[in-house]
Structure formats: structure tokens, C-alpha cells
């Protein structure tokens, strides 16, 4: 067997703390459990429900494993089983429930309801005729095909990763540890939905006065234009509660995302002169969560609240398990970037947060990549191969809360460089395009689940 875990052999890992605590790894030879160490075939232990099968039922046909509840990971689970419904589909994810990241600025400023972002994993998984696992991907035996969970170990013919995203504090100064959770719990990004998008709510109905600070990353993160929305809709949920604060935005690009530029530069100005200070051409060179201040090249700002976004990576799973590209600054998986598949292993993929091209990292950027990664495994599984089809993406921004108007960006990408082409752009907010903002997410909704 070889190893499956590359760069996982420094530091002291979780097999190591196994080893000391469950005895020894001849202990674990005695028990006839075999595994691969972090530096290459050994016996070590999997103690606990680690090394038992998964309760699940046997599988009914090709056993597929995904990795992840977000846009990509649902879709994926609902979508493989309508390609092939012979596949047998369990989706892993720790959560016990669904809340979505898309649409959430919207609830922030009152203008939909907590249900909207909320569903059933039980019942996507009912509805989708898969399996969800409740529980966490721990280690990947690739070679043996075996996915080694908290909940036990499963065996498949094939497995889609789509763990998400976690932060990357460092590229914004803080490479302490105590400051690193220091940041994450008291300024939350707001873009690991769940409890940071509830501690920002329960910010905003504490905010009496003073600065509030939101931050744009760099490098390509979840949504490319939602700071930008969420700003506005900051605003406007301080202009309608007579709030006396700004919502200062630190940028590091020259303007906001390009496309829609114009239209969030006209929402600034004329609607939220007085309350939003925008500020492009701004990187944070270190962020004190103690002190309530950021230092950036040219000044240090003090903040009464704040909602910091760092630059994002692919889920340290991905990582952990030796799949990252070496090369890539956000340390995404090294895929075939047309069919998704690791390189060396059809039978094991990679999409949505983690996956390393440039398209948006949206919703429907992920949902429509989902699509096409399920045709590709039902083709594989079946000796084929597929055209590549572009994702796309489809983005709704809404800057004004009263009446509810949006500005809107549709695009797919090209084969060569992935760089945008049928653009489709509408940078005039109106009500019409706020209206069709619900409509998209209500969509987006019933195709996931």
C-alpha cells in the first residue's frame, strides 16, 4: 500500500497521538489492523469507530462518497444519483443542518427570514434517494478506497471532495494562534455560514454608534462581489434604525469587482454617502483583535465592530490528505482541471471551494460545476469520457433595502485561459432585479434540495 497523505509527515500528527494513547502499533498488528503512515507503509492504530465499517446499508451498486454539505456537495449527491441511479450515494457532512451562505447579507439587513437559508439535510437526502452520514471525513485510503470517517470507515468506487473553505489569517498579519481565534470568534467573516452569520446579526442589533469595519480579501474567495453587497445592506440596515456609524470597507483592489463596479460606486455614493467609507487600494499588513484596531501600509484604523474576511484556502482537509497543489497560494487540490479528477486518480475528485481554477467560487458557479462533475463520474463509471462543459456563474447583488433593488452579473467561462465570455451585466439597480434576486435563490434552493 502506499501512502496517501504526502506532506502530512511533519509535526505531531493524529496517528502519532493514537499511537501513545492506544497502545502501541504492535498492538495494532495483534488486532490485524494495517494502515499507511504519513512517510510510507506501516501499522499504526485507528482506534475507536475509525476502524469499523460506517452503520450504513450495504451498498445497492457503485458506491460513491461525497465529502461535504455546501452548494457543491449536495448537488453533487442529488445529481450523481439522477445520472446513474444505480449508484449507491452517501454524502458525509458534520453539520445538522443546512444554511446557506448565498442570500445571507439579505437576512442581515431584515429583508428575508432565518428559514429562507435553512434546510434539511434528511430531507435532501430523502427527496435525492442518497445517504446523508452525519460526520467528518477523517483520512482517505485512495489506494484501497476507503474513506475513514468519525462515524466509521467506507469503502467506494468512487468519492467527490467538496469540504469547502477555511481562512487564512496569516495573510492578514496574524499568525498567533491566540490572536488567529481572537479575530475568528469576536470579528467573524461571515462567509463560513452557521454561527458567524448569527454573531454578525446579533452585532448589528447591539450596534449603537461608531465604526464598523468589513473587509474585501485578496486572492479569489466565496462570492466575489458579497462584501461589496454586504456593505450596502450594512448601510442600509444602520440608514433605516438611524444608526450613527459608518461601515468602513478596506479593499485591496483598485475598485470593486470589476464587472459590477459601476453599479456598487453609484450605490455608494448615492445612496450611502454619509455612512459608507469605501477604501480601494488598501492591504492589511496586521489586525489587533484586542486593541479594536487594523494596520494597513498607509494608516492604523481603530473600529468599535467588525466583520473580517481574510484570504481564503481550500479546507486544511484537503491538504492534510496530500492533495493540494504545492503551487497554489490558497493551496487548492491538484486536479485535471477539465474533469475534476485528482491527478493519477479517476476515481477520486475534487469541486467547488477547493477546486484551484479561477472561476467565481459563487453558488451557482458551484451548483452548475456540480452538475457537470456528476456527468463526468456517471461517464467514467460507465467507460466514457464527456465534453467540457464551462460553469456558470449567475450573480445577484442587492445594494438597496428600501425599495429592494440589485444589480445583476451572468457569465460562463472559456476553455483556454477560463476567462469570462458571455457576459451578461446590468450595473442600473432596479426593483426588477431585486425581485429576481429571491427568485434566483428560491431556484437555487429547489435544485440543491
Same mark, same amino acid.
Given at each position: 500500500?502506499?501512502?496517501?497523505?504526502?506532506? $502530512?509527515?511533519?509535526?505531531?500528527?493524529?496517528?502519532?497521538?493514537? #499511537?501513545?494513547?492506544?497502545?502501541?502499533?504492535?498492538?495494532?498488528?495483534?488486532a490485524?489492523?494495517?494502515?499507511?503512515?504519513? @512517510?510510507?507503509?506501516?501499522?499504526?492504530?485507528?482506534?475507536?469507530?475509525?476502524? #469499523?465499517?460506517?452503520?450504513?446499508?450495504?451498498?445497492?451498486?457503485?458506491?460513491?462518497?461525497?465529502?461535504?454539505?455546501?452548494?457543491?456537495?449536495?448537488?453533487?449527491a442529488?445529481?450523481?444519483?439522477?445520472?446513474?441511479?444505480?449508484?449507491?450515494?452517501?454524502?458525509?457532512?458534520?453539520?445538522?443542518?443546512?444554511?446557506?451562505?448565498?442570500?445571507?447579507?439579505?437576512?442581515?439587513?431584515?429583508?428575508?427570514?432565518?428559514? !429562507?437559508?435553512?434546510h434539511?439535510?434528511?430531507?435532501?437526502?430523502?427527496?435525492?434517494?442518497?445517504?446523508?452520514?452525519?460526520?467528518? =471525513?477523517?483520512d482517505?485510503? $485512495?489506494?484501497?478506497?476507503?474513506?475513514?470517517?468519525?462515524?466509521?470507515?467506507?469503502?467506494?468506487?468512487?468519492?467527490?471532495?467538496?469540504?469547502?473553505?477555511?481562512?487564512?489569517y496569516?495573510?492578514?498579519?496574524? !499568525?498567533?494562534?491566540?490572536?488567529?481565534?481572537?479575530?475568528?470568534?469576536?470579528?467573524?467573516a461571515g462567509?463560513?455560514?452557521?454561527?458567524?452569520?448569527?454573531?454578525?446579526?446579533?452585532?448589528?442589533?447591539?450596534?449603537?454608534?461608531?465604526?464598523?469595519?468589513?473587509?474585501v480579501?485578496?486572492?479569489?474567495?466565496?462570492?466575489?462581489?458579497?462584501?461589496?453587497?454586504?456593505?450596502?445592506?450594512?448601510?442600509?440596515?444602520?440608514?433605516?434604525?438611524?444608526?450613527?456609524?459608518?461601515?468602513? =470597507?478596506?479593499?485591496?483592489?483598485?475598485?470593486?469587482?470589476?464587472?459590477?463596479?459601476?453599479?456598487?460606486?453609484?450605490?455608494?455614493? +448615492? =445612496?450611502?454617502?454619509?455612512?459608507?467609507?469605501?477604501?480601494?487600494?488598501?492591504?492589511?499588513?496586521?489586525?489587533?483583535?484586542i486593541?479594536?484596531?487594523?494596520? @494597513?501600509e498607509? +494608516?492604523?484604523?481603530?473600529?468599535?465592530?467588525?466583520?473580517?474576511?481574510?484570504?481564503?484556502?481550500?479546507?486544511? =482537509?484537503?491538504?492534510?490528505?496530500?492533495?493540494?497543489?504545492?503551487?497554489?497560494?490558497? &493551496? +487548492?487540490?491538484d486536479?485535471?482541471v477539465?474533469?475534476? &479528477?485528482?491527478?493519477?486518480?479517476? !476515481?477520486?475528485?475534487?469541486a467547488?471551494?477547493?477546486?484551484p481554477?479561477?472561476?467565481?467560487?459563487?453558488?451557482?458557479?458551484?451548483?452548475?460545476?456540480?452538475?457537470?462533475?456528476?456527468?463526468?463520474?456517471?461517464?467514467?463509471?460507465?467507460?466514457?469520457?464527456?465534453?467540457?462543459?464551462?460553469p456558470?456563474?449567475?450573480?445577484?447583488?442587492?445594494?438597496?433595502?428600501?425599495?429592494?433593488?440589485?444589480?445583476?452579473?451572468?457569465?460562463?467561462?472559456?476553455?483556454q485561459?477560463?476567462?469570462?465570455?458571455?457576459?451578461?451585466?446590468?450595473?442600473?439597480?432596479?426593483?426588477?432585479?431585486?425581485?429576481?434576486?429571491?427568485e434566483?435563490?428560491?431556484?437555487?434552493?429547489?435544485?440543491?434540495?
Amino acid at each position: 500500500m502506499t501512502s496517501r497523505l504526502g506532506n $502530512r509527515s511533519k509535526g505531531f500528527g493524529r496517528r502519532q497521538f493514537l #499511537k501513545l494513547s492506544g497502545g502501541s502499533a504492535l498492538a495494532a498488528v495483534a488486532a490485524g489492523t494495517t494502515v499507511v503512515s504519513a @512517510t510510507g507503509p506501516a501499522s499504526a492504530a485507528i482506534s475507536g469507530r475509525t476502524n #469499523k465499517p460506517a452503520d450504513l446499508p450495504a451498498a445497492s451498486g457503485p458506491r460513491c462518497v461525497v465529502v461535504g454539505g455546501g452548494v457543491s456537495g449536495t448537488t453533487l449527491a442529488k445529481y450523481l444519483k439522477k445520472e446513474n441511479p444505480k449508484f449507491d450515494v452517501v454524502m458525509v457532512e458534520p453539520n445538522a443542518l443546512y444554511m446557506s451562505c448565498f442570500l445571507s447579507n439579505l437576512w442581515l439587513d431584515d429583508l428575508i427570514d432565518l428559514k !429562507t437559508l435553512q434546510h434539511s439535510y434528511c430531507d435532501a437526502a430523502r427527496k435525492g434517494g442518497y445517504v446523508w452520514l452525519q460526520g467528518k =471525513l477523517i483520512d482517505l485510503d $485512495r489506494e484501497a478506497k476507503r474513506a475513514f470517517t468519525s462515524e466509521g470507515y467506507i469503502d467506494y468506487q468512487y468519492i467527490a471532495l467538496a469540504p469547502g473553505l477555511d481562512y487564512n489569517y496569516a495573510s492578514i498579519g496574524i !499568525t498567533d494562534p491566540v490572536l488567529a481565534v481572537a479575530c475568528a470568534q469576536n470579528f467573524p467573516a461571515g462567509f463560513k455560514p452557521g454561527s458567524e452569520n448569527l454573531s454578525i446579526k446579533g452585532k448589528l442589533a447591539n450596534f449603537e454608534k461608531g465604526v464598523f469595519l468589513t473587509t474585501v480579501p485578496s486572492g479569489n474567495y466565496r462570492c466575489l462581489p458579497a462584501p461589496y453587497e454586504r456593505a450596502c445592506l450594512l448601510a442600509d440596515y444602520f440608514k433605516k434604525n438611524k444608526i450613527k456609524g459608518k461601515v468602513v =470597507l478596506l479593499d485591496p483592489g483598485e475598485q470593486p469587482f470589476a464587472p459590477k463596479a459601476p453599479g456598487f460606486l453609484a450605490a455608494f455614493k +448615492e =445612496l450611502y454617502k454619509d455612512i459608507i467609507d469605501y477604501r480601494p487600494s488598501t492591504n492589511i499588513k496586521s489586525v489587533d483583535p484586542i486593541k479594536k484596531t487594523v494596520t @494597513t501600509e498607509f +494608516e492604523t484604523i481603530s473600529f468599535d465592530d467588525a466583520a473580517i474576511y481574510p484570504r481564503v484556502r481550500a479546507a486544511k =482537509l484537503i491538504e492534510e490528505l496530500g492533495l493540494s497543489d504545492p503551487k497554489s497560494p490558497q &493551496f +487548492e487540490a491538484d486536479i485535471d482541471v477539465y474533469k475534476y &479528477f485528482v491527478k493519477g486518480d479517476k !476515481t477520486c475528485y475534487a469541486a467547488g471551494d477547493c477546486r484551484p481554477m479561477p472561476f467565481s467560487k459563487s453558488a451557482n458557479t458551484a451548483n452548475s460545476e456540480a452538475h457537470y462533475v456528476a456527468k463526468v463520474i456517471a461517464a467514467a463509471a460507465a467507460g466514457k469520457d464527456i465534453d467540457w462543459v464551462s460553469p456558470y456563474t449567475i450573480c445577484y447583488s442587492m445594494v438597496n433595502g428600501k425599495p429592494e433593488e440589485a444589480i445583476m452579473v451572468k457569465a460562463k467561462y472559456d476553455k483556454q485561459k477560463f476567462g469570462f465570455t458571455d457576459v451578461e451585466l446590468d450595473n442600473k439597480r432596479s426593483a426588477a432585479l431585486g425581485l429576481a434576486t429571491h427568485e434566483w435563490g428560491a431556484g437555487l434552493y429547489r435544485d440543491m434540495f
